[in-house]
């Protein structure tokens, strides 16, 4: 059973930082895709970041400059190093993975549960 567990979710003041991260586990072949989402309340779900398993990082215009995602593919964990935080940043951030499993031959995709970030005076 492979699952993604997200922590490092808070509230923050503005202008703060965090760091979230997304540890795979279970029977895991191998782990090409990682990265972050985040939904806000009606709104709906969008991409933060994401990263191949090479290393190549793909951002939402909104966070350039002061999010950055990393990988320890050794660890099967991703990272989202959160910056310079907006109130706007506020929302849910789910972890999501192109994960293939052992003894199967495709990609599947998965969630994580998500963590609450909240940036707030």
């Known amino acids: 059973q492979v699952q993604l567990v997200e922590s490092g979710g808070g509230l923050v003041q503005p202008g703060g930082s965090l760091r979230l991260s997304c540890a795979a586990s279970?029977?895991?072949?191998?782990?090409?895709?990682m990265g972050w989402y985040r939904q806000a309340p009606g709104k709906q779900r969008e991409l933060v970041a994401d990263?191949?398993?090479?290393?190549?990082?793909n951002y939402a215009d909104s966070v350039k400059g002061r999010f950055t995602i990393s990988r320890d593919n050794g660890k099967n964990t991703v990272y989202l190093q959160m910056n310079s935080l907006k109130p706007e940043d506020t929302a849910v951030y789910y972890c999501?993975?192109?994960?293939?499993?052992?003894?199967?031959?495709?990609?599947?995709?998965?969630w994580g549960r998500g963590t609450q970030v909240t940036v707030s005076s």
């Open positions: 999501n993975a192109d994960i293939r499993p052992r003894g199967l031959g495709g990609l599947i995709n998965y």
């Open positions: 279970g029977s895991i072949f191998d782990i090409h895709g």
């Open positions: 990263s191949t398993s090479g290393g190549i990082t």
